[in-house]
């Protein structure tokens, strides 16, 4: 069973930055293709950005240019480096996991995802 912990959210202000990881345990995650998702108060869960078990990558158009994901598979952590943010980014920001071999049609649906962490808070004030 993999296990996923979500670390690094907390207040910041506009313009900020905050570094997001998620670690694993039980399984090696080199074998998962990974996905940040975040949900706001009234709002649906979406998809921020996704990062496949060979490195490709996909981002939520409000959020190219300013975030990039990465993944360590060496030390089990995925991470989302979020720059120029805003309060429009306020979230509670989860990470997710599905088997590398399964394919699907879009990265964005939440159901496609088995394994997730229990998010952290991400909040942009002034």
């Known amino acids: 069973q993999l296990q996923l912990v979500e670390s690094g959210g907390g207040l910041v202000q506009p313009g900020g930055s905050l570094r997001l990881a998620c670690t694993a345990s039980g399984r090696a995650l080199a074998d998962y293709s990974l996905v940040w998702f975040r949900q706001a108060p009234g709002k649906e869960r979406e998809g921020v950005s996704y990062?496949?078990?060979?490195?490709?990558?996909n981002y939520l158009d409000s959020v190219k240019g300013r975030f990039t994901i990465s993944r360590d598979n060496d030390k089990n952590t995925m991470y989302l480096q979020m720059n120029s943010l805003s309060p429009e980014d306020t979230a509670v920001y989860y990470c997710?996991?599905?088997?590398?071999?399964?394919?699907?049609?879009?990265?964005?649906?939440?159901?496609?995802?088995?394994?997730w962490g229990q998010g952290t808070q991400v909040t942009v004030s002034p």
């Open positions: 997710a996991a599905k088997p590398g071999s399964r394919r699907t049609i879009s990265w964005q649906r939440t159901q496609y995802y088995d394994f």
């Open positions: 990062i496949s078990d060979s490195g490709l990558r």
